[in-house]
């Protein structure tokens, strides 16, 4: 199965930036999407972006278009997020996850494998 470990985050003020990134390892050739969810404090778990594997297209989720760049780079089997003019809105525990996922019409996902471990970003 597919390992998943994530990296950066932290603090920021408002109108700043962080980045994330996600390693995937071990059995990585059934998931062709890479997405992030985000869970802010005392809400549920939301998608905020995903990509395909291969390229050909993304979805944002309309509170971070124009503002976060998911991007994937095949060679290192890593999904990032960039995310730019953040807003305290924007805080809370950010997840990466392999997936089984269209995004012809919006981010539907038909199955989960793995998920990364969590990191914090708080916006002040």
């Known amino acids: 199965h597919v390992q998943l470990v994530e990296s950066g985050g932290g603090s920021a003020q408002a109108g700043g930036s962080l980045g994330l990134s996600c390693v995937a390892s071990?059995?990585?050739?059934?998931?062709?999407?890479m997405a992030w969810f985000r869970q802010p404090p005392g809400k549920e778990r939301e998608a905020v972006a995903a990509?395909?594997?291969?390229?050909?297209?993304?979805y944002y989720t309309n509170p971070v278009k124009g503002r976060f760049t998911i991007s994937h780079d095949n060679a290192k089997n890593t999904a990032y997020l960039q995310m730019n003019s953040l807003e305290p809105e924007d805080t809370g525990m950010y997840y990466c996850?392999?997936?089984?996922?269209?995004?012809?019409?919006?981010?539907?996902?038909?199955?989960?494998?793995?998920w990364g471990q969590g990191t914090q970003v708080t916006v002040s």
């Open positions: 996850a392999a997936v089984r996922c269209t995004l012809s019409t919006g981010l539907r996902v038909s199955e989960y494998y793995a």
């Open positions: 071990g059995y990585i050739d059934r998931h062709n999407c």
């Open positions: 990509i395909y594997r291969g390229g050909g297209g993304t």
